[in-house]
T-cell receptor, first 113, second 112 residues
């Protein structure tokens, strides 16, 4: 089956630093999604990417859909304490009726004030 | 309304109980999902409803029974669960299969 390798598994950074995390896949995806999950809550969609090469920003967050369709990265600039949480990438290989999302294992982000 | 609402937020049930989890969205989304999430793991897909019809069942045991009464509601009926079924159960919805899903807050289920 499809697998997503997400790295790093965890990060401890100083407030104000930039953060970068990425996902790679053994197969092609047509959609890449980035979610953030805080303890006791459901995942929140941060950025959705639908086209190879697409670069999209949402405030301090920037994500790119790799040109090979097998990878994506998420950058967070000037981190703040409320960025703490687990970040998941997810890929979808859309075809007719293809609703399945493949999730990465998550990157746990800790921000030291 | 841009939310997926799940009730209850917490549920403790015995192995002989019958209970139901409820999910509601009013965004006009045509696909609704149930996921199970264990601690420190990503969500795992259980069921997908598309246009109120079950389109995916990821080999989930029959003690979990989904129901989609209408396009805004999704239920998950629970019966004779095991302690290992304790997890966060997440509902999600999406406009269709091409776009990102919106997740609810989840129901934290504990089976005793």
């Amino acid at each position: 089956g499809q697998q997503l390798n997400q790295s790093p598994q965890s990060m401890f950074i100083q407030e104000g630093e930039d953060v970068s995390m990425n996902c790679t896949s053994s197969s092609i995806f047509n959609t890449w999604l980035w979610y953030k999950q805080e303890p006791g809550e459901g995942p929140v969609l941060l950025i959705a990417l639908y086209k190879a090469g697409e670069l999209t920003s949402n405030g301090r967050l920037t994500a790119q859909f790799g040109i090979t369709r097998k990878d994506s990265f998420l950058n967070i600039s000037a981190s703040i304490p409320s960025d703490v949480g687990i970040y998941f990438c997810a890929g979808r290989n859309s075809g007719a009726g293809s609703y399945q999302l493949t999730f990465g294992k998550g990157t746990k982000l800790s921000v030291i004030p | 309304d841009t939310e997926v609402t799940q009730t209850p937020k917490h549920l403790v049930m015995g192995m002989t109980n019958k209970k139901s989890l409820k999910c509601e969205q009013h965004m006009g989304h045509r696909a609704m999902y149930w996921y199970k999430q264990k601690a420190k793991k990503p969500p795992e897909l259980m069921f997908v409803y598309s246009y109120e019809k079950l389109s995916i069942n990821e080999s989930v045991p029959s003690r979990f029974s989904p129901e989609c009464p209408n396009s805004s509601l999704l239920n998950l009926h629970l019966h004779a669960l095991q302690p290992e079924d304790s997890a966060l159960y997440l509902c999600a919805s999406s406009q269709d299969e091409r776009v990102g899903s919106v997740f609810g807050q989840g129901t934290r289920l504990t089976v005793v």
